[in-house]
C-alpha cells in the first residue's frame, strides 16, 4: 500500500522583472514518487536541486509565490488544504531543516508535551535521555539549545507525536556520527513498527545506512529511484550515470571520475 504518492508534480514561481513584468520559474518538472507504507525513502541530490522545495508542497508550506500542479496524495486521498488541516502534526509529522519551526515563547520540554496526555510526560522525559538531552535541556528556550541538540529535539518530538509519516528535512547536519549513528537508529526503530519515513538528505552515507529505497533528485527531477543494494559496488547497478557518478565519487570509493562515454552519457 502507498502512503503517499505524488504524480505528474510540478513546482513553479512567479517572479517580478522589469516594471509590472511577471515571468514563470519552473523549479520541479514532471516528477512521480511513491512511499510505501512502512518503508524508509531517502531523497539525496545536491544543494539547489528542489528536494525541500518537494517537501513544501507536500506539507502546503510553499511561500506566497510558489504553487504546484500535478496530484498529492496520502493513503490515496487527494492531500488537499481540509486533509492537511486533520493530518499535519499528528499523522505527518514534518522534521524541518532549520529550527524555526520552534516557539521560542515555549521551553522544549512544554513544546514536546502539547500533543501528549500528562500521563505519558513520562515518555517525553525517556526519549529526550536516549537521545542525549539531559534534564537540563527541558527547561532551555530554543534560543539556548545548540545547532545539534535542537535537531535531537526535533527528531525526539517527531517520534513522541505518534505519527505515521514523517518527512525529514537535513535531520543530521552538524552532528557527531555517534550522534549521527543514534538517529539512523531511531528511524529504524520507527520503521520496525510500521512507521513511515521520507528523508531529505546531503549525506549519502546516512542515506544507504537506514533507507529501503534512494531517490537521485538532479535539476528538478527524480532521475532515479534504485533499492539501496544498487548503491553497492560502485553503484554498478545503477541506471542513470549521475547515479553512478555520485556514489564513485566518494573517498571510500577513490574519488573515481566518470569515463568519457559516461560523460556523454549524462550530458
Same mark, same amino acid.
Given at each position: 500500500?502507498?502512503?503517499?504518492?505524488?504524480?505528474?508534480?510540478?513546482?513553479?514561481?512567479?517572479?517580478?522583472?522589469?516594471?509590472?513584468?511577471?515571468?514563470?520559474?519552473?523549479?520541479?518538472?514532471?516528477?512521480?514518487?511513491?512511499?510505501?507504507?512502512? %518503508? &524508509?525513502?531517502? @531523497?539525496?541530490?545536491?544543494?539547489? =536541486?528542489?528536494?525541500? $522545495? /518537494?517537501?513544501? *508542497?507536500?506539507?502546503?508550506? !510553499?511561500?506566497?509565490?510558489?504553487?504546484?500542479?500535478?496530484?498529492v496524495y496520502y493513503k490515496g486521498?487527494?492531500?488537499?488544504?481540509?486533509?492537511?488541516?486533520?493530518?499535519?502534526?499528528? %499523522? &505527518?509529522?514534518? @522534521?524541518?531543516?532549520?529550527?524555526? =519551526?520552534?516557539?521560542? $515563547? /515555549?521551553?522544549? *520540554?512544554?513544546?514536546?508535551? !502539547?500533543?501528549?496526555?500528562?500521563?505519558?510526560?513520562?515518555?517525553?522525559?525517556?526519549?529526550?535521555?536516549?537521545?542525549?538531552?539531559?534534564?537540563?535541556?527541558?527547561?532551555?528556550?530554543?534560543?539556548e539549545l545548540s545547532g545539534g541538540?535542537?535537531?535531537?529535539?526535533l527528531v525526539a518530538d517527531a517520534?513522541?507525536?505518534?505519527?505515521?509519516?514523517?518527512?525529514?528535512?537535513?535531520?543530521?547536519?552538524?552532528?557527531?556520527?555517534?550522534?549521527?549513528?543514534?538517529?539512523?537508529?531511531?528511524?529504524?526503530?520507527?520503521?520496525?513498527?510500521?512507521?513511515?519515513?521520507?528523508?531529505?538528505?546531503?549525506?549519502?552515507?546516512?542515506?544507504?545506512?537506514?533507507?529501503?529505497?534512494?531517490?537521485?533528485?538532479?535539476?528538478?527531477?527524480?532521475?532515479?529511484?534504485?533499492?539501496?543494494?544498487?548503491?553497492?559496488?560502485?553503484?554498478?547497478?545503477?541506471?542513470?550515470?549521475?547515479?553512478?557518478?555520485?556514489?564513485?565519487?566518494?573517498?571510500?570509493?577513490?574519488?573515481?571520475?566518470?569515463?568519457?562515454?559516461?560523460?556523454?552519457?549524462?550530458?
Open positions: 500500500m502507498n502512503i503517499l504518492e505524488i504524480k505528474n508534480l510540478n513546482i513553479s514561481f512567479f517572479q517580478y522583472q522589469k516594471g509590472l513584468q511577471r515571468r514563470r520559474l519552473d523549479v520541479v518538472r514532471n516528477l512521480d514518487l511513491d512511499l510505501k507504507q512502512g %518503508e &524508509i525513502m531517502a @531523497i539525496f541530490g545536491a544543494s539547489g =536541486s528542489g528536494k525541500s $522545495l /518537494l517537501v513544501h *508542497a507536500i506539507l502546503g508550506l !510553499l511561500p506566497y509565490n510558489g504553487f504546484y500542479e500535478g496530484g486521498e487527494v492531500l488537499d488544504e481540509n486533509l492537511l488541516e486533520k493530518v499535519r502534526g499528528k %499523522e &505527518i509529522f514534518f @522534521i524541518p531543516q532549520t529550527i524555526n =519551526s520552534l516557539n521560542p $515563547l /515555549l521551553k522544549t *520540554a512544554n513544546q514536546a508535551r !502539547l500533543t501528549l496526555k500528562k500521563t505519558d510526560y513520562e515518555k517525553q522525559e525517556e526519549v529526550y535521555r536516549d537521545f542525549g538531552l539531559g534534564k537540563e535541556v527541558d527547561k532551555m528556550y530554543p534560543f541538540m535542537a535537531r535531537r529535539v517520534i513522541l507525536s505518534g505519527a505515521e509519516l514523517i518527512i525529514a528535512d537535513e535531520p543530521t547536519p552538524g552532528m557527531d556520527k555517534e550522534a549521527t549513528d543514534e538517529i539512523i537508529t531511531y528511524f529504524k526503530d520507527l520503521k520496525a513498527v510500521g512507521k513511515t519515513s521520507l528523508i531529505i538528505s546531503h549525506d549519502i552515507n546516512m542515506a544507504l545506512a537506514c533507507a529501503d529505497r534512494i531517490g537521485i533528485f538532479y535539476d528538478g527531477r527524480i532521475i532515479e529511484v534504485s533499492p539501496v543494494e544498487a548503491f553497492k559496488n560502485q553503484g554498478e547497478n545503477l541506471k542513470n550515470p549521475y547515479s553512478r557518478m555520485l556514489i564513485r565519487a566518494l573517498p571510500e570509493n577513490g574519488l573515481t571520475l566518470l569515463t568519457n562515454k559516461e560523460v556523454e552519457d549524462l550530458c
